[in-house]
C-alpha cells in the first residue's frame, strides 16, 4: 500500500476570519498545558479568556483579526479593567477532561465591552467568568504609565448592557464605594507584603503591558509562600488600576480578612508605591 503525504504548501492557508472562529470553539481537551496539581490553572483559563474576549469583541466590530485601531489610526488595545471568577471548582477538571466554554459578549459603553463565561467540564459547571476590558493608548510612545482611555470608531452605537462589574470597577476606582464583599476598599495598611520582579519575558505580553492575568499569579505566588495547605479557590475579584514599566518592581499586600466570611482583600503596588490592583478572594475554606 503506498500511502500519499501532502506538504504543508499543499494545504490553502485558513484566512484570519477563519482562524478566529476555530479558536472560539467551545469543546477544548485538557491536557498539562492547562493545569497545575490542584486542576485547571486559573492563570491558563484567564489568558484564554482574555484571547477569546478579543476575539469575540474583534468579531462583534466586524474585522477580520484584534487589531484595534483609534479614529486616526493610532494602535489601541482592549486592555482588561475588571475580571470576577465564581462558583469556581476548578479542581474537578483532571487531564483527558473534555472543558466546554460558553461565552456571551456585551457592550457597556462607548469604550467598554463585557463577555461572560460558563466553563462545564463533562456537564458539570466548574465556574463562570466576567472580563471587562476598555480600549486604551499610551498617550505616551512606549510608556506604561501613561495609558488613557480611548475610543475605537464602530460601524454604528450599539445599545448599551448594564455591567454591575463595570460599575464596581468604576466606583472603586473613584472611590465612591466603602466595601466590596463586606471588607473595606480603602485599607488601612497591609498585613503582610510579598515583593516581585517581573520577567519581560514570561509575564509581559505582546502589547509590552504586565498582562493581566499575571496580577492573579502574582498573589498566587505570595499565598503559596503564606498559605501552602489553603483551599481550592471559590471566587476572586480583580480591579486593575494601572501598569508598570518593564523592570519594574511590584508589591503585592495582604490587606484586609474577614474571619466570618473567610474572604481576603490584596492589592498590587509598583515600585512607586502607586496602587494598581485591588483583588478580593474567597475559598473553598477559610484560611
Not at 479568556?49 to 478579543?54: A, D, E, F, K, V
Not at 459603553?109 to 463585557?114: F, G, N, Y
Not at 476590558?133 to 448594564?162: D, Q
Not at 481550592?232 to 494601572?242: E, I, P, Y
Request: glycine share 6%.
Amino acid at each position: 500500500m503506498n500511502l500519499a503525504v501532502r506538504t504543508a504548501c499543499e494545504f490553502p492557508e485558513p484566512s484570519s476570519r477563519d482562524l478566529m472562529d476555530r479558536a472560539l470553539e467551545p469543546h477544548l481537551l485538557v491536557g498539562m498545558p492547562h493545569l497545575t496539581p490542584h486542576g485547571l490553572s486559573e492563570t491558563w483559563a484567564m489568558k484564554e479568556l482574555g484571547h477569546r474576549h478579543w476575539l469575540m469583541l474583534a468579531r462583534h466590530l466586524g474585522m477580520d483579526n484584534a487589531d484595534f485601531r483609534t479614529a486616526d489610526g493610532e494602535e489601541a488595545y482592549a486592555a482588561i479593567c475588571a475580571t470576577s471568577l465564581s462558583e469556581a471548582r476548578l479542581d474537578c477538571v483532571r487531564a483527558n477532561s473534555v472543558l466546554t466554554i460558553r461565552s456571551e459578549l456585551s457592550t457597556v459603553s462607548r469604550t467598554q465591552t463585557a463577555t461572560t463565561h460558563d466553563l462545564f467540564c463533562e456537564g458539570h459547571k466548574i465556574g463562570r467568568v466576567e472580563l471587562v476590558s476598555a480600549f486604551v493608548h499610551r498617550g505616551v510612545e512606549g510608556r506604561n504609565h501613561s495609558l488613557a482611555r480611548t475610543a475605537v470608531e464602530t460601524p454604528k452605537a450599539p445599545p448599551y448592557t448594564f455591567s454591575q462589574l463595570a460599575k464596581t470597577a468604576a466606583d472603586i476606582r473613584n472611590l465612591r464605594i466603602a466595601t466590596h464583599w463586606g471588607l473595606p476598599v480603602k485599607a488601612t495598611g497591609p498585613v503582610r507584603s510579598f515583593r516581585f520582579d517581573p520577567a519581560t519575558s514570561q509575564e509581559f505580553n505582546g502589547a509590552a503591558l504586565f498582562y493581566f492575568a499575571e496580577f492573579q499569579a502574582l498573589a498566587d505566588r505570595a499565598l503559596d509562600a503564606w498559605f501552602p495547605h489553603r483551599d481550592a479557590l471559590k471566587r476572586r475579584d480583580v480591579f486593575f488600576l494601572g501598569n508598570i514599566e518593564r523592570g519594574e518592581s511590584l508589591v503585592f499586600e495582604l490587606a484586609e480578612a474577614s474571619g466570618h466570611s473567610g474572604a481576603l482583600q490584596g492589592q498590587i503596588r509598583r515600585q512607586s508605591g502607586d496602587l494598581i490592583a485591588k483583588m478580593f478572594m474567597s475559598f473553598q475554606d477559610p484560611l
